[in-house]
């Protein structure tokens, strides 16, 4: 398993993203596949900074963990997921896909009121590495708008649909006052049929992090692109084995927690 896998579920016709890699490559005078590397792969910063996770602090101090879910509001998963995190009085980063909190403002209002940390992750989810500017600005304006209505607080958040991006992307991010931000910690949790091997390789990702100095900023879905409603179970039951097993020896962050790291 790589851990470098890109998100969930990438629907889109391999050759018109080559073609599209290609053609966005030679504009920027990279090769195919350093284009490929710079747009899809977590740990670049050729098509500009984004935030993954800083290092921990002194050895003296908890070392740092920060959940975050992709893909959601999801009215099926979510609350479930929202009640773990209140019983260990946990606050979590969420990437809500803006037409999915449309219709779940309920849903978008509790977490907000919960202390989550609300962020975006696009109105419907395209891959933006190949997304026009315009359709990129528009992406990602109607879900600020739309988030920021709900729950009348700033979005300051955004994580691009499987990592992809160019350099447009984050510049527009940015004018839009949104930080990017990517994550050091990934498995295929929307696939899994249990959560004990996603919570087992989160694991051995959170210590070789924690062995390189670093704190985690973990990704698993409450939800899925493809529908409102998908089944998240194995991933909600692995995001309560992790924090059992972490509760005791980290601290878990949100997000904002990190801003002045970057
Ligand atoms: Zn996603």
Redesign the pocket.
């Known amino acids: 398993m790589r851990d470098n896998e890109q998100?969930?579920q990438v629907v889109i016709d391999p050759i018109q993203i080559a073609e599209t890699a290609e053609s966005i490559a030679a504009l920027a005078g990279l090769s195919a596949g350093a284009f490929a590397y710079a747009a899809m792969w977590p740990a670049s910063n050729l098509f500009g900074p984004a935030l993954r996770a800083p290092r921990n602090p002194p050895a003296s101090a908890l070392p740092q963990l920060a959940l975050t879910f992709?893909?959601g509001p999801n009215p099926a998963w979510t609350p479930q997921l929202l009640d773990i995190l209140a019983r260990h009085e946990i606050r979590a980063t969420f990437?809500l896909?803006g037409q999915f909190a449309a219709i779940q403002s309920k849903l978008v209002q509790r977490m907000h009121t919960a202390g989550h940390l609300i962020a975006n992750?696009t109105w419907t989810?395209p891959n933006l590495a190949i997304t026009s500017a315009a359709r990129t600005r528009e992406e990602l304006s109607s879900t600020t708008e739309e988030i920021q209505q709900i729950i009348g607080a700033p979005i300051r958040y955004f994580?691009p649909?499987?990592g992809g991006r160019r350099p447009s992307t984050l510049q527009i991010a940015r004018e839009l006052g949104l930080e990017p931000v990517l994550w050091n910690a990934i498995t295929p949790d929307w696939s899994a049929k249990s959560p004990e091997p996603v919570a087992a390789r989160m694991q051995k990702i959170i210590t070789r992090n924690q062995t390189r100095g670093y704190a985690t900023n973990l990704v698993l879905?409450d939800g899925g692109?493809a529908s409102p409603t998908e089944n998240r179970s194995a991933s909600i039951a692995a995001a309560a084995q992790l924090i059992e097993h972490y509760k005791p020896t980290h601290r878990f962050v949100t997000l904002d927690e990190w801003q002045s790291t970057l």
Do not use: A, K, M
């Open positions: 998100e969930s992709d893909d990437f896909i992750h989810h994580r649909p499987y879905h692109q």
